[in-house]
């Protein structure tokens, strides 16, 4: 090996062990960086290691970005990050005391500590069904409180004022659409502004790709056909369809209704997201629909005060791995597995409804994959990690 040889190699371990270094700090509890925040450092005080860092939101997850620099080269370190679920705080249910005990029965599956009323856990018989199983909850049961958790402030803050504001960051890049989407492919770099493709009639993606750092906004009604492809956008309307059939990875929110129909796969790490407007008179809901799995996380968030009713309804045979959050209610027939937490379980069924009925739906925190990382619901959890490396 030459000098000069010698000479690259160890510029290029350099820079790759400060932007390694540089997104490590990232993820720790620093203050240096806020969110859609960026500077420069001399990662070691030596005047020779200097790295620029920078945090966006994106969604309800972060990029975080660290790029090292010397010498007229660089070495950039780039990921989606998300938060570790608190281990000491980990559950399957947790359920708001209503003053109604939860009522289970036919194969109804409950494994991992449980957050139940004071009232408890009973059998039912509902629908020609009674209870199968041996045990009512298969681990710990704690008292809840009269409501769920509270969901993270500064994300709802966020999430508010794009819909408000169709802003995403100061600094985006954004396209005005007159006409809809025309099926382009596009793909937008990280370390570049975010492009909002943002229009005032209803868009539909029905061909194309879309892949990174971008975001569509409709101030009417996004539909999604499984002939497109998406990867890493966020999206943003009243109504969201995505129909039949396709395959992303996506984070969507909306504040009115979110309708996935039948045999739609949502790749990890993917958000569904309610955020019911106050000025809506009628109820909201994301409603799943049969063979429809979703890995990452959905949330379901609407004002106390608020008196019509927001939900999700997940189905049989649909599958969610990760976390469900609803201040409203969960109509659940399908699998869950990691937790759920919401204020009241309603059971629909063709002759009638049911509060805190639970008939064949199944939560089980043990299977959530060790590897998991969602978002900050709760402001609970302070341990961040790479969700996803980026290009």
């Known amino acids: ?41 001399d990662l070691f005080d030596n005047g020779t290691d200097s790295v620029y860092l920078e945090r966006k939101q994106w969604g309800a997850y972060e990029i975080a970005i660290s790029k090292a620099v010397l010498r007229n080269r660089n070495v950039v370190r780039i990921g989606i990050t998300g938060f570790c679920p608190n281990p000491e705080k980990t559950y399957s249910l947790y359920l708001a005391d209503e003053d109604k005990p939860l009522s ?41 409180g009269k409501n769920i958790p509270a969901f993270n402030k500064e994300l709802l803050t966020y999430l508010q004022s794009v819909f408000t504001s169709g802003k995403i960051t100061e600094n985006d890049s954004i396209l005005e659409l007159q006409n809809g989407l025309r099926g382009d492919s596009i793909r937008n770099s990280f370390l570049t502004k975010t492009l909002v493709l943002s229009g005032r009639v209803p868009l539909v993606l029905n061909s194309g790709s879309y892949r990174g750092n971008i975001t569509i906004v409709s101030e009417k009604q996004i539909t999604i056909s499984p002939a497109v ?35 739609v796969t949502l790749r990890y790490p993917s958000v569904l997201g309610l955020i019911k407007n106050n000025t809506t008179l009628s109820p909201s809901a994301i409603l799943l629909s049969e063979d429809d799995t979703v890995a990452g996380n959905i949330f379901v968030y609407k004002d106390l005060n608020n008196t019509q009713q927001a939900g999700l309804i997940i189905p049989e045979k649909t599958f969610i791995i990760g976390q469900v959050y609803s201040n409203g209610y969960v109509d659940l027939k399908g699998t869950i597995n990691g937790s759920l937490m919401c204020s009241k379980i309603m059971l629909t069924t063709p002759s009638s409804v049911y509060e805190n009925h639970l008939l064949g739906g199944i939560i089980d925190v043990s299977k959530l994959p060790p590897q998991y990382t969602g978002i900050n619901l709760l402001e609970e959890s302070m341990s961040k990690k790479t969700v996803k490396w980026l290009n």
């Open 1 to 41: 090996m030459t000098n000069i040889q010698a000479d690259n190699f160890e510029i290029s371990q350099l820079l790759h062990r400060n932007a390694s270094s540089g997104y490590n700090l990232l993820l720790s509890q620093q203050t240096l960086v806020g969110v859609n925040q960026n500077t420069c450092i």
């Open 229 to 263: 492809e998406l990867n890493d956008i966020v999206l943003f309307a009243p109504k969201i369809i995505i129909e039949s059939g396709f395959k992303g990875n996506i984070q969507a929110f909306t504040s009115d209704s979110l309708i996935v129909q039948k045999k």
């Open 104 to 144: 289970i029965c036919g194969s109804a599956h409950i494994k991992g500590k449980a957050f139940l009323p004071k009232a408890g856990i009973k059998r039912a018989y509902i629908e020609g069904q009674s209870f199968t199983g041996s045990t009512l909850i298969d681990g710990e049961i704690k008292q809840s």
